[in-house]
């Protein structure tokens, strides 16, 4: 199966333009001169294809189009001492949402050259996120990770539960290069519970992070 197939006949000033620009196209590798015949008997053409698979040059996550997010509970008695050196003892209810099998991802692609991957998320509820990444042509991947799952104060998740329509656009020295619209699949995969336990933090302006290290200890309820 071929991306994309051309036919022009030597000499020609529109074959001429069509090998320039397929010269000057991550294709350019597979540019062939074949002899074709036609009824009229042989002829010279010049055959332009790209004969890579579709997916050789794909823009995408480095682990597919297909996530599954969980949320986490569980139950934590503290213990730990106020301002005051009191002993005190606290219940924290704890949730967190889990994205499986990564909440960091590359953008990947083979046989690209680019400098940049822009990358647009639109969700299921119309919201749209968007991320910059400088990709290395040497590893065939963007140069760091990027969050689609993590939510803070300071960062926002590219992806949402449901389909989100992701579009990624490869640039090189400011030229867009490639471009690929793919719809990703967050699947809900229930939830899970993790066992009751208790822990003692020290000072009892650490509860905040007792959620995380309870999540953490028990592999994250596996």
């Known amino acids: 199966m071929f991306e994309n197939v051309r036919f022009c006949p030597i000499p020609s000033s529109k074959c001429k ?7 000057s196209s991550p294709a350019r590798n597979s540019i062939k001169l074949m002899k074709y015949t036609s009824k009229g008997g042989p002829m010279k053409a010049l055959i332009l294809m790209t004969m890579l698979m579709t997916s050789s040059f794909a823009l995408e996550f480095r682990s597919g189009d297909t996530f599954t997010y969980q949320q986490l509970r569980g139950s934590v008695r503290v213990q730990c001492q106020d301002q005051n050196r009191r002993t005190q003892f606290h219940t924290v209810q704890c949730y967190q949402n889990i994205l499986s099998p990564t909440e960091m991802d590359y953008v990947v692609s083979e046989q690209l050259d680019a400098d940049e991957i822009k990358v647009t998320s639109t969700w299921e509820s119309g919201k749209v996120v968007k991320k910059d990444v400088k990709y290395d042509t040497k590893k065939n991947r963007s140069k760091k990770r990027l969050n689609l ?11 949402a539960p449901g389909t989100n329509e992701v579009t990624f656009v490869a640039y090189k020295d400011g030229l867009e290069v490639q471009s690929r619209t793919q719809s990703v699949e967050v699947r809900n995969g229930g939830g899970k519970y993790c066992p009751y336990y208790s822990m003692y933090i020290g000072s009892c302006t650490q509860l905040s992070f007792v959620c995380s290290e309870y999540f953490q200890r028990f592999n994250y309820c596996q």
Do not use: E, H, V
Request: aromatic content about 16%; overall charge positive.
């Open 17 to 23: 333009k069509l090998l320039k620009d397929y010269r």
């Open 149 to 159: 799952w993590i939510r803070t104060l300071f960062q926002r998740p590219l992806l």
